[in-house]
Nanobody, 114 residues
Framework: QVQLVESGGGLVQPGGSLRLSCAAS????????MAWYRQAPGKQREVIAR???????YYADSVKGRFTISRDNAKNMVHLQMSSLKPEDTAIYYC????????WGQGTQVTVSS
């Protein structure tokens, strides 16, 4: 059964940090390019970071220099280390393939507020 399960979200003050994790099951994880997405209230879901099978990365301008994506092929997991968080980072965060072709998980809520 193909499944994506995100975790690690929460409430954090501006300037704080969080580490999100995504566990993938039912796929040959190591052969897929993975990505983190987020959806803020009233906005479309957007890609914010991608990691290729060879470990190369891409970041949206809005998170570049603050977020770091990584993957652990042995554990079928992808992580997102977020630092210097801003209120505009508040959103539900999801992982998926770069092609967005797997069923979406429930996401993990990140709220940045003082």
């Amino acid at each position: 059964q193909v499944q994506l399960v995100e975790s690690g979200g929460g409430l954090v003050q501006p300037g704080g940090s969080l580490r999100l994790s995504c566990a993938a099951s039912g796929i040959a994880f190591r052969i897929y390019h993975m990505a983190w997405y987020r959806q803020a209230p009233g906005k479309q879901r957007e890609v914010i970071a991608r990691i290729s099978t060879d470990g190369s990365t891409y970041y949206a301008d809005s998170v570049k220099g603050r977020f770091t994506i990584s993957r652990d092929n042995a554990k079928n997991m992808v992580h997102l280390q977020m630092s210097s968080l801003k209120p505009e980072d508040t959103a539900i965060y999801y992982c998926n393939l770069v092609t967005r072709s797997l069923p979406w998980g429930q996401g993990t809520q990140v709220t940045v507020s003082s």
